[in-house]
Structures are given as C-alpha cells and as structure tokens.
C-alpha cells in the first residue's frame, strides 16, 4: 500500500508540473498581425530575475526575412529585427497578467506600455495588449511547440 501512495505521490507532482509548463506565458509565440490575420514572427518570452523580457527569434513575413529597424532612433538605428528585444522588464501581479512600459514595435519604431494574459479559454493563445495613452490594440498571438 505504501508503494502504492508513493506511486500515486509522484504521480501527481509529473502531472502538475506538466500542467504548470502548458500554462506559462514563457516559451515561444507566433505573432498574428490582428489588421490581416497573418503570422508575422516568433517571439521568445523568457523570465530574468522574476521579470519578463521577449525577443525577436524568427520573422514569418515573405520578404521580410532579415528585415533592419529602419525607422528606429539611437542605438536600434538599422539594427537587424532578428534577435532584438521587445518586451522588457515585466512585472505579474496577483491576477498572473504581465504588464510593463516597454513593449516596442520595430515596424512603427514605437515604444508601447503593455499588459500580457494567458487565454483563459486557450492556454495556447497569449493575449498582447499595447497602450499608447488610453488607447489600446490587442492581438492574440499563438504558442509554438518546441
């Protein structure tokens, strides 16, 4: 019986721990452009000292591979999208939403305040909101598995 309890015991740490991975914002997400309904890229959203950051890993776009901030400013001035950092220094609160002041779009070359949720209907949908004063877009943007 005692094996058994054991069994069962590690049983449901492996579940939990499953359950908890396919529910975390963390991982890679496939941009949707919200206007056209068109993958634009992948987005690596990783935790750093308990905050979130997110980083351009792949553009989907025909065309566009290899694409360079041309309106950017400064230091991202003609810098490749590729591997540039979009999400910065977010902070959960209570309710596990995201929400930081730094989600950039290196298309528009504008800095967004922004808030990120889990679907609650679809852990595999993540749900990006950028702020420019009250007014907001939302996409909806889609895990990828590996």
Known sequence: MRDLIIKFSYLCIIMCTVSAYGQSVFGKWKTIDDRTGLPKGVIEIYEKDGLMYGKVIKILE?????????????????????????????????????KGKRLFDPEQAMTFRFKIWLNPDNSDELKVRGYLAFIYRTQTWVRVEG
Do not use: F, Q, S
């Open 62 to 98: 025909e065309g566009k591979e290899g694409v360079t901030c041309v309106k950017c400013d400064g230091e991202l001035k003609d810098k490749p999208v590729e591997g540039m950092e979009i999400i910065t220094a977010g902070e959960r609160n209570d309710d596990g939403e995201w």
